[in-house]
């Protein structure tokens, strides 16, 4: 007989009519569940820069640290996502016209300093607002993960006819069906007349969300108890960055930059951006702050040149050094655990003012709208945004 035949519930094989064999156990193991793989969010931003635009770009000066703050609520298996944030601009008329108006402000990137400079630094001029072609060229251009479980998105925000250039909405919208991105239309005006002007099909072919915002509605900026300690903690956790390499103290007056920049468009921005701040897989900035590399790179301080460091620094032994960025982690955590805390309540707070506000808050923004299609879509990819 040349069957063979195994006996499940031991382990006698029969191999033909005479032979036995007995095979060992294997060892008792406890598998240890392999961690959760840590998502990533790619956001694409594409904006709109031609004349009567300029409530848009102040909006999305705002809206920035709100789209990332929602974020950092999220998790998938209690792992929080990485977030890449991408910016582009288009309409412009001083812009390559063979690239169709459209240029790259900032490619994906963790740094949310440095997306939030630039878009401190847009201006509005009238062109010709090319949809197609700018969703076309970031979807072409920038280095999208190829994993189909990562929320890919894009936002493309503007007004006037979305079928206007040499590049079709369907070549774009093919593009992102390949490299599964998910494109959103945010037209700035009427909701009818975005219908009119076509901007409720690049969502349909790219899978997305219509909307409307009034691009031209002022942040809602409610004075709450909170805000002057969360302003203060700022401060402190400022305190603990140590800059090293060539671009280190760069960074660290950048930082200063971008928070004096929001706190002086309004303290709603200002606030969500301290928060933003406080969650450590959102707001990283090993490539220049010592503390943050060492938590990549146990053998950072081992490594790093003494002589990019703060005057203060540089003679220190590496062991002092060890020490000093020890000490200044420890601070961190606990700084950005309060600004967690005092954030929630603050929330709360500016909630329940809404709420009992004749108006509520509902008027439809750049800021509103994109939270809103994040918490719809991230659930597609199994992020729970608590």
């Not at 036995?20 to 969010?41: E, F, G, M």
């Not at 190829?146 to 925000?157: E, T």
Request: charged fraction near 20%.
């Amino acid at each position: 007989m040349n069957t063979l035949y195994k006996l499940c519930a031991g382990s006698l094989l029969i191999l033909g009519a005479t032979t036995l064999i007995y095979s060992k156990k294997p060892p008792v193991t406890h598998n240890t569940p392999a961690p959760s793989r840590q998502k990533k969010v790619q956001i694409a931003v594409l904006l709109d820069v031609s004349n009567s635009m300029d409530g848009l770009i102040g909006q999305a000066k705002a809206q920035l640290w709100n789209m990332v703050s929602v974020l950092g609520k999220a998790t998938c298996n209690d792992v929080a996502p990485t977030v890449e944030i991408a910016l582009y601009e288009y309409g412009r008329p001083t812009n390559d016209a063979k690239a169709g108006y459209v240029k790259q402000i900032s490619y994906f990137t963790r740094d949310l300093d440095e997306v939030s400079r630039k878009l401190f630094s847009l201006t509005t001029n009238g062109g010709d607002e090319y949809c197609g072609h700018v969703m076309y060229t970031s979807l072409t251009s920038l280095e999208w993960d190829a994993n189909p479980d990562d929320y890919k998105v894009i936002f493309i925000a503007g007004n006037e006819d979305f079928l206007q250039g040499d590049i079709s909405y369907t070549q774009a919208c093919a593009e992102a069906r390949k490299k599964g991105v998910i494109i959103n239309t945010i037209y700035c005006g009427d909701r009818a007349q975005g219908i009119r002007e076509h901007w409720n099909l690049g969502s349909e072919c790219g899978t997305g969300s219509f909307t409307n915002i009034n691009q031209n509605a002022q942040v809602i900026d409610i004075p709450t108890p909170y805000d002057t300690v969360l302003f203060q903690l700022n401060i402190q956790l400022n305190g603990t960055y140590i800059g090293y390499g060539k671009a280190g103290q760069a960074n660290i007056s950048k930082q200063a930059e971008v928070d004096k920049m929001n706190y002086g468009l309004n303290k709603a921005a200002a606030a969500q951006r301290v928060a933003v701040k406080s969650k450590k897989q959102l707001y990283n900035n090993s490539t220049w702050d010592l503390v943050d590399a060492s938590q990549d790179d146990a053998a950072m301080v081992e490594k790093v040149d003494m002589a990019t460091l703060p005057d203060s620094l540089k003679n220190k032994s590496r062991t002092e050094l060890k020490q000093i960025v020890t000490t200044k982690s420890n601070q961190r955590t606990a700084i950005q655990k309060e600004i967690s805390v005092v954030s929630v309540k603050r929330e709360a707070y500016i909630n329940a003012e809404k709420a009992r506000r004749a108006n509520g808050g509902n008027e439809q923004t750049l800021e509103t709208e994109i939270e809103k299609i994040i918490r719809q879509q991230a659930k597609q990819f199994n992020l729970v945004i608590h």
